[in-house]
């Protein structure tokens, strides 16, 4: 059967739309026999990797950004239902395009496709929070907050709608009282934000959990808590280096599983795509080395 490439249009402010002819000039030129389908609505990249699984294309492809790439992993995973996944490509379409800089993928189109078919690929963990998947991050607290707000923008492109929808997220002062439960350890009080990593780097220049190792079947959480907007802004720059975790406020631990109760609800963020809107209980685990990933 041939990969099935599943296309967001939508993916940064429908900039891929454009890209499409160069998507497949790159497929073609790489030799891969395909079939592309568009996503038409949101979460229909899920339906339609479940749906091309059970059909038998094998390898399966997702053109986009981050979001894009977490809904077809999920549609990969609802299909597969404890078996294997299928190898996993990337052709990078997204604004940040964080999985392929964490996995040091190639950035342009026809080194992707060069890639996807030179066949080779590498494991990596995916996290799982309640019944999504993920590949790179997930998040509670403030961190879902700021999407919330990248995504309500519009005006605004690049790196620099994630900055400012940080400094907006950050004027509310948002604040939740939670319960952590880990491996190794447990926490109940407040708190800002839990960023939990199965890579670095979010939201393009973000080193939200910068311990973080996609194969080394552990997932990598930081949670805080600031009191003050003050506070919360002399952190902002922080995150970018990742030297925020050395704040005495900040904590960042690797665990296999982390229970989360949160007394007044969160929305939560998966891969950069809003999950749920408003939640209180929010189980992570690690799922080792459960992803083939073409790479060179």
Not at 108 to 131: M, Q, S
Not at 147 to 157: A, D, E, G, H, Q
Request: aromatic share 6%; glycine share 10%.
């Amino acid at each position: 059967m041939p990969a099935k490439v599943i296309l967001n249009p939508y993916a940064a402010r429908w900039d891929a739309q454009k890209r499409l002819p160069e998507v497949e000039t790159a497929l073609k030129q790489a030799g891969i026999e395909y079939e592309l389908v568009l996503t038409e609505h949101p979460g229909h990249g899920i339906e339609l990797a479940e749906k091309a699984v059970k059909d038998g294309f094998n390898p399966i492809i997702s053109a986009g950004g981050d979001g894009s790439n977490g809904d077809v992993l999920n549609g990969m995973q609802r299909a597969a239902r404890g078996n294997a996944l299928l190898p996993f490509g990337v052709l990078p379409l997204g604004t940040a395009n964080d999985l392929v800089v964490n996995l040091g993928l190639p950035k342009e189109l026809p080194e992707a496709a060069n890639c996807i078919a030179a066949g080779k690929t590498r494991p990596i963990d995916l996290g799982k929070v309640n019944d999504w998947v993920f590949a790179n991050n997930s998040a509670v607290g403030l961190e879902p907050v700021v999407t919330i707000y990248n995504i309500r923008m519009v005006r605004l492109k690049g790196i620099l709608r994630y900055i400012v929808a940080a400094l907006r997220a950050i004027n509310q002062k948002p604040t939740w009282n939670m319960s952590l439960e880990w491996d190794d350890g447990s926490y109940e009080g407040p708190v800002s934000l839990v960023s939990v990593g199965n890579c670095p780097l979010t939201g393009g220049v973000f080193r939200m959990a910068p311990a973080a190792d996609p194969a080394d079947g552990l997932l990598t959480f930081v949670y805080g808590y600031a009191p003050t907007r003050r506070r919360m802004l002399g952190l902002l720059p922080k995150t970018m280096t990742g030297e925020y975790v050395k704040d005495p406020a900040m904590h960042q631990h690797h665990t296999r599983r982390l229970v989360i109760h949160s007394d007044t609800p969160t929305p939560l963020q998966v891969d950069g795509e809003i999950r749920v809107e408003a939640g209180t209980e929010f189980v992570y685990e690690c799922q080792p080395a459960s992803l083939e990933i073409f790479s060179p």
